[in-house]
């Protein structure tokens, strides 16, 4: 996930917290295991060339997989010399890797 993090990130959690580059990182470190999460309504906009910009709706799923905890994400994503990075991503770390590969599939 640290590759896919810009330098100067920013998240802003359900509740209006603040989260920085290294509190995520922090967060969802090697040793952690995060909630499972159903992200689906995706609409994905180019704003310029390489900084296309991702909303969708995110659930957390209980024990018998029934989503709950709704809510409403956006992401702004970069693309830079060495990757494409998120200066405002999702909280889904395994949503990462199907949002990169989808981006870049656009050629941006």
């Given at each position: 996930m640290e590759t896919l993090?810009?330098?100067?990130?920013?998240e802003f959690g359900r509740s209006g917290t603040r989260y920085t580059r290294a509190g995520i990182l922090k967060e969802f470190g090697p040793n952690t295991s995060p909630a499972a999460?159903?992200?689906?309504h995706f609409?994905?906009?180019v704003l310029a060339q390489g900084v296309p910009s991702l909303a969708y709706v995110s659930a957390h799923l209980?024990?018998?997989g029934n989503?709950?905890?709704?809510?409403?994400r956006s992401s702004l994503w970069v693309?830079?010399?060495v990757r494409l990075a998120?200066?405002?991503p999702p909280g889904d770390p395994d949503?990462?890797?199907e949002i990169r590969s989808a981006i870049e599939c656009l050629a941006l």
């Amino acid at each position: 996930m640290e590759t896919l993090l810009h330098p100067d990130f920013v998240e802003f959690g359900r509740s209006g917290t603040r989260y920085t580059r290294a509190g995520i990182l922090k967060e969802f470190g090697p040793n952690t295991s995060p909630a499972a999460i159903h992200s689906s309504h995706f609409d994905l906009v180019v704003l310029a060339q390489g900084v296309p910009s991702l909303a969708y709706v995110s659930a957390h799923l209980d024990a018998g997989g029934n989503p709950h905890r709704h809510a409403l994400r956006s992401s702004l994503w970069v693309c830079t010399e060495v990757r494409l990075a998120a200066s405002i991503p999702p909280g889904d770390p395994d949503y990462f890797r199907e949002i990169r590969s989808a981006i870049e599939c656009l050629a941006l």
